[in-house]
Structures are given as C-alpha cells and as structure tokens.
C-alpha cells in the first residue's frame, strides 16, 4: 500500500483535526471547576477513541515512509 501525496495530506488534515479537537476538550475540561468524580466515561472514551485515531494514522504514514 503506497500512499500518494493526496492521500498523505489528507491523512495530515485528519490528524490536525483530531490534535484540536483534543486541545479544545482538554482546554474545556481544564477550564471547568473540578468535579467531585473523576471525567465522565463518555468523555473520557471520547478523547481515547480521538487519541487513537492520531496514534493510527501517524503509525500508517510511519509505514507508508519506510517503505518507500
């Protein structure tokens, strides 16, 4: 599987989208007073899923550019 440079830069503009929508949710949540309990789970699964998404797809253009 050869990525393209299209193919890069819109894997690129994912992550990008991905990283701000983590920066804002943790900027909220930093914002926020501090609750009594820890992050509710679906929050916290929210940014775990987004985190992942950004740990995919840096490992795939890692891929892709090493192999050639």
Do not use: N, Q
Request: hydrophobic share 45%; glycine share 4%; no cysteine.
């Amino acid at each position: 599987m050869e990525l393209d440079l299209d193919e890069s830069s819109l894997a690129i503009g994912r992550i990008e989208r991905a990283l701000s929508r983590i920066e804002k949710a943790l900027a909220e949540r930093a914002a926020r007073p501090a609750p009594l309990a820890p992050a509710s789970p679906p929050e916290s699964s929210t940014l775990k899923a987004e985190v992942a998404a950004v740990i995919g797809e840096l490992d795939r253009l890692i891929a892709e550019a090493k192999h050639g």
